[in-house]
């Protein structure tokens, strides 16, 4: 306990230097980190295959989560100088007017404060972490998963070199020295020091989180994402579309878990489909309808709607119109990324509006919501929450805001 303690009062610290640190200070220690990620890729690498070697009891697909490759630390580099290039958050004025007894009322971004992240598996999710939270003036302590232990530890010394390479306190950036779940629990209940909790990972972690902490906590939760292809859909486009969304990396929360397919184009997209995606090495658990077009599928079970498989596995289903697409979506998703393939403009808009997820896309797949593609340069992961920072977090979503007023004597 005291040396949670002790761990929690050093990034408190440290965030009141952060706080008013420079664009320039901060944009050095990005500058600085992804020279390093470049400069020590083997070390990276190597620390990640016995990370890799020891992981026990996970899918191929979550295997393929863990692991790094040449070009997955190049891209870490680059994620790292792209932040440099978006404009500092902190110290934007949001909104200013000046009241009638001459009050001027500005409305100004500033950092949250010390921000405790919860991740699990992906190690290049450290680095994205640290980079956004010190271009937001936000300290940050991170407890990553055991199964990117060594992955973790190496990319937090190269974290710790650049900040202090940069005039910048290590304590900035942290891991969690106490590994234990516990610890976890005991963090998430310190109010005096945490200003937020950032939880992403399996749903009994973020559930126990959530049910423990005493600070805000913004959860990444499971991704139940759908496609549903309209009676209006180039069917061309929706195979390409359904597939990608499927096979192009089933382990994460942005790929599709149903497809939802009307009635009238049923006959003449799904033989082909389902091929395609067995093809592709998908198990597809079809309903009756579906079974009926395609002798290739396995049946679906009921517990297969609203399953995050994060596999190679997809549940299928005809539905009669959009209106049942979208209480489909309503009962069985997770509120994280839906879309629709129509070339029919007001199904199009009728889905944008009535779909209430982080992110609803037309005729695009749902793999394309990241922080990286939407031009933010990295997230912290992508929030279902129901509330203001919702969907790929970026670097204004770690800012809050605080009023500053500026006036001549006035007085009430």
């Not at 026990?56 to 979550?62: F, K, N, Q, R, W």
């Not at 969304?245 to 009238?264: F, G, M, Q």
Request: hydrophobic share 45%; charged share 25%; glycine share 6%.
């Amino acid at each position: 306990m005291s040396q949670i303690i002790e761990q929690l009062e050093l990034a408190k610290l440290a965030s009141g230097q952060l706080r008013t640190a420079s664009t320039k200070q901060k944009n050095l220690f990005l500058e600085k980190l992804a020279e390093l990620l470049s400069k020590n890729k083997a070390q990276i690498l190597k620390a990640n295959a016995q990370d890799v070697e020891g992981a026990t009891g996970l899918t191929e697909a979550m295997k393929k989560r863990l692991l790094l490759v040449e070009a997955s630390v190049d891209n870490m580099a680059q994620g790292v100088r792209t932040v440099i290039d978006l404009d500092d958050p902190v110290g934007q004025v949001v909104s200013s007017h000046i009241e009638s007894n001459g009050l001027k009322i500005n409305r100004v971004r500033i950092p949250i404060g010390v921000i405790f992240f919860v991740f699990e598996s992906r190690p290049n999710v450290i680095i994205d972490a640290a980079a956004l939270a010190i271009k937001s003036g936000n300290a940050l302590i991170v407890r990553g998963g055991k199964e990117a232990c060594h992955s973790n530890e190496i990319l937090e010394k190269l974290i710790q070199e650049a900040l202090a390479s940069s005039g910048l306190s290590k304590n900035c950036v942290m891991q969690l020295t106490d590994k234990s779940h516990e610890a976890i629990y005991e963090v998430v209940r310190q109010s005096e020091y945490i200003d937020l909790a950032v939880a992403r990972g399996r749903e009994q972690l973020i559930s126990a989180v959530k049910e423990r902490a005493r600070v805000p906590v913004i959860a990444h939760e499971r991704g139940v994402c759908h496609i549903y292809i309209d009676e209006f859909a180039d069917v061309a486009k929706a195979i390409k579309i359904a597939v990608n969304a499927k096979v192009s990396n089933p382990a994460v929360c942005n790929s599709a878990e149903a497809i939802l397919v009307h009635e009238k184009i049923a006959d003449k997209i799904l033989p082909d489909l389902i091929n395609e995606l067995i093809k592709n090495g998908v198990e597809v658990r079809g309903d009756t309808s579906a079974r009926a077009r395609s002798q290739n599928c396995v049946p679906a079970q009921d517990s297969d709607w609203g399953k995050e498989f994060l596999d190679l596995i997809v549940a299928v289903k005809t539905v009669r119109d959009i209106d049942e697409a979208l209480a489909h979506i309503e009962k069985y998703g997770s509120r994280h990324s839906d879309a629709i393939v129509t070339e029919n403009k007001n199904n199009a808009e009728k889905f944008l509006n009535q779909v209430n997820n982080a992110a609803t896309l037309v005729n695009a797949s749902t793999r394309l919501v990241d922080g990286g593609i939407f031009g933010l340069g990295a997230e912290f992961g992508i929030s279902t929450a129901s509330i203001h920072m919702r969907g790929p977090m970026g670097l204004a979503d770690l800012t809050v805001t605080k009023y500053t007023v500026e006036g001549n004597g006035q007085i009430r």
